[in-house]
Structures are given as structure tokens and as C-alpha cells.
């Protein structure tokens, strides 16, 4: 149990282009998605957190408008990049509490390269 | 297909206790192995590991990579209360591309 999907794995984009990164709970109901952001030296940073239903809570220092997340469902939030420039190419992670047992779930990752 | 294995998913514990968590991976095009320790919500980094054999330490926790056999463990002795967190493992590849296992739940009781 307790399985998160991520999707894609991996995209590249032109410049300019806005990028669908979506994270999905399998097996639970995911009250609550965190999105991070990998940057060198192997540091994962916390980007937002949303709640289903709600609008996401976002760390200091990360664009709420150019980091769009919707949390519409139980089971799945997405993160959307708008207007994405190289700098915002980076390894997107997401991951999951549902409550109970379940702890935190991560996806599998999404590289995302902007060209 | 690319994937990261880890087991247990959740394990509890007393404190004192010796833990030994895995993750095996099949990646290609593998280039190092990562742990992280993620408490609340942000996860810190414990380790990377390059070549087998060789054990990193800090403090009392330990890694160690086997690329034979395609798997690490990371080794905690001694376990407190504070040990208690999600312990993350990835895969990195020679593009940089990481592939994450869905973590180990660790909870250590007083």
C-alpha cells in the first residue's frame, strides 16, 4: 500500500512553454501533497504544501504564480511551471501523507529540462 | 524499467535498538546512491555513496553500497527517539537523473 505515482519522469520544453507535472495517490487518500525542488549538492528544498480542496502554502522565496499547484482531488495534485525559463530546470519530487500509518510516500521524481 | 526498492516500509522500534534499512535499485547508467532523512517535511541529506564497499559514517549511523549486487543499507545503532523520520533512498545516474524509493518509516519508542 501507500504508493504514489509521479508523471512524467522526465520532459524537456522550449523557453517560454508552461510544464504539467502530476503526482497521483494509488492506494490512499492524500490529505495532504508536498512538492519539492532538488538542487545541487543533493539538498531536496520544499517548495509548497498543499491541502486537498485548499489553496497550497508556499515556502518563502518560491513564485506562487509561477509555481501553480491545484489540489482538486484526494488523490491527486498537480504542479504546473508556467512560462519556464532554463534556471527552472531542476528534479521535481512530490510527496504524500494520507494520515494513519502511511507517514509521507514520495513519487518517483520528474526531470524537467527547459531548452 | 528503472526503479528503487526499499524495505521495510515502516518499522518500529525500542530505543537502543540496531536498525538496518535497504534499498535495492535497478538503474541504468547508475552513478551513485543517496539517503536522506526526512522529518516533518523537509528531507536533509545523510549520504552519498559512489563505490562498494567503502562504509560512510556519521555519528551512529553508517552506509554502505554494494554495486554487485545492486543495494545499499543504512545502519543506525544505538536508536533515540530523534532517529524517528522517513529514511529516503535514490538512485543517481550518470545524466543526473534520480530515481527515489518510496522511503522506510522508522519509529523508535522511548
Known sequence: ????????????????????????????????????????????????????????????????????????????????????HPEDSSFYICSASGGGNYGYTFGSGTRLTVV | EDKVVQSPLSLVVHEGDTVTLNCSYEVTNFRSLLWYKQEKKAPTFLFMLTSSGIEKKSGRLSSILDKKELFSILNITATQTGDSAIYLCAAR?????????????????P
Open chain 2, 93 to 109: 545516474t550518470t545524466g543526473n537523473q534520480f530515481y527515489f524509493g518510496t522511503g522506510t518509516s522508522l519509529t523508535v519508542i
Open chain 1, 1 to 84: 500500500g501507500a504508493v504514489v505515482s509521479q508523471h512524467p519522469s522526465w520532459v524537456i520544453c522550449k523557453s517560454g512553454t508552461s510544464v504539467k507535472i502530476e503526482c497521483r495517490s494509488l492506494d490512499f487518500q492524500a490529505t495532504t501533497m508536498f512538492w519539492y525542488r532538488q538542487f545541487p549538492k543533493q539538498s531536496l528544498m520544499l517548495m509548497a504544501t498543499s491541502n486537498e480542496g485548499s489553496k497550497a502554502t508556499y515556502e518563502q522565496g518560491v513564485e506562487k504564480d509561477k509555481f501553480l499547484i491545484n489540489h482538486a482531488s484526494l488523490t491527486l495534485s498537480t504542479l504546473t511551471v508556467t512560462s519556464a
